[in-house]
């Protein structure tokens, strides 16, 4: 039986809050997704194609849906009261001017996990902010650090902000149905955007109450040595810097020091010294020892130079598949970076039957990820795709109310 | 008001980022984590900024005080069979036991889950690695940043002219533990019911493949690959980071024609509002257009320019460093920096937790250990220990 198996979800989010019921109906929760009768607005969610959304057709699959007038929702309550969550991200008040927001349907439902995703927060000086993608992974941290020196901060090319809230929002009703297996209560879990995104920054957000006046990532790599970026995945390095191009794309690849990681650099020498004796010169440094032979002005950024030279006439002559192959074994921190079609072909996502292939209702095929997880004797995958408007809202009503009639639904 | 999870014990076995995440989450939850570690190969984490005081050093990383506050601190070295015992004892203990060494490493301890579960049938186990525990490349070593380049962020970053960027730090790390802990508190909820445990195992690789899944499943029906596009948006026109005259930049998108033509009259270029005047042309010339923005907004500050657009409705913020984030008055707010006492460093500032719970909230109670701080609570009170057992794991360089 899957592990959520016997609880139900009323999805009221378009497409701030969509991943967060499809990760509960990913864990075997019945999630019941309500749009209004003309469709919720996620259907025109980019990226677009020829028969609509991509991503309502991934973010809503896994759920029902039914489809009802939100301004009249005479009837909804008979739907609330057989559910365990309701999650919404209207923003702060829309679901109040609706009859629909969480001290009422507390009141009348104190057994309700009631869940709401918006870009700041329910309450406070900002929660009535106008809001985008952008504009929140502005206010939340990731946006400022990541930048190269003479463009502004850039963010991912896909949103992600209200992903990442999506996902805490998830975690948060399950603490909620926690607490209730104790309490015997639901209660409000309010995901404010900004405050999911200070965690993708490494704790650099942090960096002013510390007291740490200068910790810019661009000035760590070549700074004096107690700055120098000891981290595996070259975080406080140039990326620029961790960069190759080789013979069909290009690799990703960070000269680490010290000695939590530098080891994994003196085996990437090793191994182009094992192709080509002249980079041994490169290969009989100890890496994990360079931050100590900085301090003693035993390797400069000459050296560092020479070595990275060496690494991109290498790399050059290499194919991203060849370097996965000697990463696997020479155990290399050094991998390709891979493109759509290299995520969308890898071998091992297909050996761990990550991708998932449904029929939707107009008969078209959809492949697209199946499972965040593996859970032991469980088997996360899509087994429905997304539903069109109104799709299930007599076999909903049936199934939870005995009853296939409602008002205003249809 | 008790925490939803007070009274469960958890093993945290995991280190650097994404494992630690999942623990620091159970421990503001009110479970009692233990965190096991060892001084003599120092975790990454410690290693990394911001540091206390700007200070390097293993115990004033900022970073390791964040995702470790609340826990128990335990060192043991496991190279030694004796400090494998313990773990063992601990995982005997434990409901949930974390981890996040190369795959097949904690078999090699006799720490793996079908070992433990013989001892623990209730047992639940989170492995969280680079790309999962079987298939092809899951020996790959690797960090987030490796995640990254692997689920295809590292291409999906950056100037349509340029190399990429990548996206800031170990992207995968801040993404994986948003799902294992779901699939980890689902199995929790299941085993209040069946007392059944549950062996979860998370790839960041799957994890960040998983927020692209719209952009996948393009590809798969259309072929079309995912480029990099600087700031600029396929459903919005300006949206753009654009810099100020006090050395800041703000964000700023503009939701419709609309507020488009609102913020053509607030730069005062009426010629642009009919120029630019659908979202199609906007688009098809955004760069021109974001050339337009930012000459207006190099004339202000960037926080004048948020407090501005917001008062007409024009979703805009300043891009906030470090400074901003800690003093903005929403964060303040919801009470998102919480202070905490540590025994090195005064006090400290850690994230609180992301999931505000009106009736049972969750908080960080603790500052994160120093490396063995806890050794002698651990185990005395919960393993019970005697004085003279835990001196002879001391004499036998165990619990470093």
Known sequence: ?410 | MSKPLAGVKVLDMSWVVAGPLVGRALADAGATVVRVESGTKVETARLMPPFEGGVAGHENSALYGNVNAGKLGMSLDLRLPAARAVARSLADWADVVLESYAPGRMKKWGLDYETLRATNPGLIMVSSSINGQDGPYSGLAGYGNVGAALSGFQSTVGWADRLPLGPFGPYTDYVAPRFGLAALLAALLKREESGVGAYIDISQVECGAYLQSPYLAKYSAEGAVVERRGNSDAAFSPNGVYPCADGRFVAITVGDDDQWRMLATIMNLPDAASDFRTLDVRVRRSSELDDLVAVWTARHRAQDLEDLLQRVGIAAHVSADSRAFCEDPQLRHRGHLVELDHPLHGRVTVEGSRYQLSDTPLSADRAAPVCGQDNTYVLHDILGLTAEQIETLESEGALV
């Open chain 1, 1 to 410: 039986m899957a592990l959520l198996e016997r609880y139900r979800v009323l999805d009221f989010t378009d497409d701030r809050g969509l991943l967060a019921g499809r990760m509960l109906a990913d864990l075997g929760a019945d999630v019941v997704q309500v749009e209004p009768l003309d469709g919720s607005s996620a259907r025109t969610a980019e990226p677009l194609g020829p028969r609509g959304s991509y991503f309502w057709d991934t973010y809503a699959a896994n759920k029902r849906g039914i489809a009802i007038d939100l301004e009249n929702p005479a009837g909804l309550h008979d739907l609330i009261a057989q559910a365990d969550v309701v999650i919404e991200s209207a923003g702060p008040g829309v679901m109040d001017s609706l009859g629909l927001g969480f001290e009422k349907l507390h009141t009348l439902f104190p057994r309700l996990v009631y869940v709401s995703i918006s870009a700041f927060g329910s309450t406070g000086p900002k929660s009535r902010y106008a809001a985008s993608d952008l504009v929140v992974w502005a206010a939340g941290g990731p946006l400022d650090p990541h930048r190269e020196k003479d463009r502004p901060p850039v963010r991912i090319s896909i949103p992600q902000a209200f992903l990442h809230a999506a996902a805490d929002a998830a975690d948060g009703a399950l603490f909620a149905l926690l607490a209730r297996t104790r309490t015997g209560r639901g209660q409000h879990v309010d995901v404010s955007a900004q405050a999911s995104l200070g965690t993708a920054t490494l704790g650099r957000v942090l960096a002013h109450t510390a007291g740490d006046v200068s910790p810019e990532w661009e000035k760590l790599v070549d700074g004096p040595v107690k700055k120098m970026d000891q981290s595996g995945s070259g975080s406080g390095t140039d990326p620029a810097k961790k960069k190759w191009r080789c013979a069909d794309g290009l690799i990703e690849f960070h000269l680490t020091v010290g000695r939590a990681s530098g080891a994994f650099t003196s085996a990437f020498f090793r191994w182009m010294a094992s192709e080509n004796p002249d980079y041994e010169r490169f290969a009989s440094i100890d890496w994990r020892e360079v931050p100590d032979m900085v301090a003693r002005g035993e390797f400069d950024d000459a050296r560092f130079d020479e070595a990275r030279g060496a690494v991109a006439e290498f790399l050059a002559g290499k194919t991203k598949n060849a370097v996965l192959e000697a990463a696997r074994e020479h155990r290399l921190l050094c991998v390709p970076i891979y493109d759509t079609g290299d995520v969308a072909a890898s071998p091992q996502l297909d050996a761990r039957g990550f991708y998932s292939t449904v029929v939707d209702d107009a008969g078209r095929e959809v492949r697209m990820p199946g499972a965040f997880a593996k859970v032991s004797g469980e088997t996360l995958h899509v087994r429905s795709p997304a539903p069109s408007i109104g799709q299930h809202t007599e076999e909903v009503l049936a199934d939870w109310v005995g009853t296939r009639v409602m008002e205003n639904a249809s």
